[in-house]
């Protein structure tokens, strides 16, 4: 079994409080899934969280249609994609737990999860870019990606292992280290993971913020030869699972 818990910062809180990530949590089928629209778009005047909305609820709509337990996540992207008509694109990450402990996994573009046990991490979703800051994307322009080119992922789990799921906004600020270390302070005591979410995304939100922050990003932009210093503003979607018992 899998319990999950989520925590969500917009990056403009006070005016666009939905921002442009999207995500949920269905206990019923134990699969938790989110996406980060585009933040391109809004340039040309598109809701840039529109896309990842409806793509989500698509994709929590052909959930409650599969048998029991066997969420085959890429049914449901591909689903979830056809049924998705908003203007916009975003990435997306799938993650179900079928008997067995086996996790299954679908992730298209820079969303991704880790997997942590027993205080390390285990397994990192590589990330999909065509280029610096230009992930892989679902949409339905001409150039936009197809859900045949996300990445499937299956993993054995363990009770006890702790799944740490989120946007760029995560992954952009923290290194894995930072992850880890800040994830910890809740694991071990045994917070719910709705708990260890808000911590993460708490010290997320604080480097994005902080001018002269070290981040993946930043070591990330270095290498592309672009001048980016210090955090990166984002939205900000952390979603903390820990496998347990059964």
């Known amino acids: 079994m899998m319990l999950s818990g989520s925590f969500y910062i917009a990056k403009d809180r006070d005016s666009r409080p939905q921002g442009d990530d999207s995500h949920f949590i269905c206990e019923e089928k134990q699969t938790i899934g ?8 809004s340039s ?3 809701d840039a969280g529109l896309y990842a909305r ?6 929590l ?26 203007e916009g694109s975003s990435t997306a990450c799938i993650i179900t737990l079928q008997e067995g402990n086996i996790l299954h996994a679908v992730n298209m ?3 991704g999860f880790m997997l942590i046990r027993q205080g390390a991490a285990i397994y990192k979703s ?12 679902l949409g ?11 990445q499937v992922i299956q993993l054995a789990v363990e009770p006890g292992d702790v799944i740490i799921a989120g946007s760029d906004g995560l992954f952009d600020n923290l290194s894995e280290s930072q992850i880890l270390e800040t994830a910890a302070a809740g694991i071990e005591p045994g917070l719910h993971p709705e708990e ?8 997320a939100y604080h480097v994005s913020m902080d001018k002269e922050a070290v981040t993946p990003f930043m070591q990330a932009s270095i290498m592309a030869g672009k001048g980016h210093i210090g955090g990166k503003r984002d939205d900000i979607t952390v979603v903390v699972s820990r496998i347990l018992d059964t």
């Open 34 to 41: 989110l996406a980060d629209g585009v933040g391109g778009w």
């Open 44 to 46: 040309q005047g598109v």
């Open 54 to 59: 409806e793509l989500m609820n698509n994709s």
């Open 61 to 86: 709509l052909a959930i409650l249609t599969q048998p029991g337990r066997q969420v085959d996540p890429m049914k449901v992207l591909n689903e979830a994609f056809r049924k998705t008509k908003a």
């Open 109 to 111: 573009g820079d969303s």
């Open 126 to 137: 590589p990330i999909q870019q065509h280029s610096f800051n230009f992930p892989y994307q």
């Open 140 to 150: 339905n322009c001409a150039n936009s990606n197809k859900p045949w080119q996300a």
């Open 196 to 203: 260890v979410a808000w911590a993460v995304a708490q010290q």
